[in-house]
């Protein structure tokens, strides 16, 4: 059960991240593997972004059976997250190659 369970149908998403309301979706910030009740919006650019950076830091968002791991992995992604909110320059979607 997601913790935000009316949060898509509301219809009035904004990115978290630049405040945009065009392709708003909701993003897993410690995976949808690990924690997948906890989810922030983000419009499409901002959520390939963040991904990016998440590849980047090597971060492993496979299913593992082992909860010390998984809740690692998710801590990770949400450290990042927080990076991206605050921090993170513009990473383009063509990087995801590089």
């Known amino acids: ?15 978290a991240k630049c405040g945009s ?3 708003v979706e909701l ?4 995976g949808r593997n690990h924690v997948a009740w906890i989810r922030i919006p983000l419009c499409r650019e901002h959520h390939v972004m963040l ?3 998440n590849q980047r830091a090597g971060i492993d ?3 593992t059976s082992d909860l010390a791991e998984r809740q690692r ?5 949400i450290y990042v ?3 991206f909110l605050d921090e993170a320059p513009q990473i383009s979607p063509t990087d995801a190659q590089t």
Do not use: K
Not at 1 to 15: E, I, Y
Not at 27 to 30: N, Q, R
Not at 73 to 77: K, P, V
């Open 1 to 15: 059960m997601s913790a935000t369970p009316d949060l898509q149908s509301r219809g009035n998403l904004q990115c």
């Open 21 to 23: 309301s065009r392709n």
């Open 27 to 30: 993003h897993h910030i410690g």
């Open 51 to 53: 991904t990016i950076a």
């Open 61 to 63: 968002m496979r299913y």
């Open 73 to 77: 992995r998710a801590r990770q992604a």
């Open 81 to 83: 997250c927080l990076w």
